[in-house]
């Protein structure tokens, strides 16, 4: 499935030629107009309106509760602000699974009413009669399996997963068959680095890894993980470029400091 020639820098054509040619490719989350022109500007391949919109703006402990109208707001947020990357925006939880007519038209009422590029949905086997439905109405799908949070209740923990050959064997599996059902590109999360690259050496379609080692073919970060926002999420395969919980915080305090001591606004700073 190609997005060549419909106006957007990148296309899934471009992630193709980038893996065959060996260009890493970069993909991060944006949920909000502002961020999402940040992101833009840095040169990102691919932008993902991740359902972890639920935990990290909306602060729900899974990325489980949040609707369609939720993620069609923050992929419109981004939309307005994004001339170059890939769109891709998830299918959240309840809204593919089971019913592929279903799946069929909330996905296209992501795309009509957002006018992303793609839609992301967890899953392998299980999922592959609503992918190939979606996909069927010319909709670009993002594989995503591994640790897939949507299942977390079934996983009763986010702890890496596929580490047993059976669960690796069935991943691996999964993986070709979203491929075969024309998916451009799959998402790999928190698995053993040598499943990572047998994936991404098995596979025609680019591989990003989210704490799936360095041998598959791009990385993407939660934005607020990466940039330090949640400070109480560690887990190994973060690296934090910076740390704005504590920027933040110390900018809150100096307001609330400047206002109660009739610091702010001086008289340069008022009419
Ligand atoms: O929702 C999300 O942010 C994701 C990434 C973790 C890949 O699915």
Not at 134 to 152: D, F, N, R, Y
Not at 194 to 211: C, D, F, H, N, Y
Request: net charge negative.
């Amino acid at each position: 499935m190609s997005t060549e020639g419909k106006g957007r820098v990148m296309t899934t054509h471009k992630l193709l030629e980038m893996k065959r040619s060996g260009e890493k490719i970069a993909m991060l989350t944006a949920y909000d107009y502002t961020s999402a022109k940040i992101v833009n500007e840095a040169g990102i391949d691919i932008i993902l309106v991740g359902d972890s919109a639920a935990n990290v703006m909306a602060g729900h402990e899974t990325t489980l509760p949040i609707t369609i109208e939720q993620m069609i707001y923050h992929a419109q947020s981004v939309m307005r602000a994004v001339k170059n990357p890939l769109v891709v925006v998830d299918m959240p939880f309840g809204t593919y699974q089971g019913n592929s007519k279903a799946a069929l038209s909330n996905a296209i009422r992501i795309m009509k009413e957002s006018e992303a590029d793609a839609v992301k949905m967890e899953g392998g086997m299980e999922i592959i009669e609503s992918v190939e439905r979606i996909l069927s109405a010319g909709i670009p799908v993002m594989g995503h399996l591994g640790l897939t949070p949507q299942s977390i209740h079934k996983f009763g923990t986010y702890a890496v997963r596929a580490r047993e050959n059976e669960e690796a064997e069935k991943l691996v599996q999964d993986a070709i068959a979203l491929e075969n059902a024309g998916c451009f590109a799959l998402v790999l999360e928190k698995i053993p680095a040598s499943l990572g690259e047998r994936v991404a050496k098995t596979l025609q379609i680019p591989v990003i890894g989210i704490g799936a080692g360095k041998h598959v073919d791009g990385q993407v970060l939660v934005m607020h993980d990466m940039l330090g926002l949640t400070n109480q999420f560690s887990p190994r395969f973060l690296r934090r470029y910076a740390n704005l919980y504590d920027s933040y915080l110390d900018a809150f305090k100096q307001y609330v400091s400047d206002v109660k001591g009739n610091d702010f606004p001086n008289e340069n700073e008022q009419y």
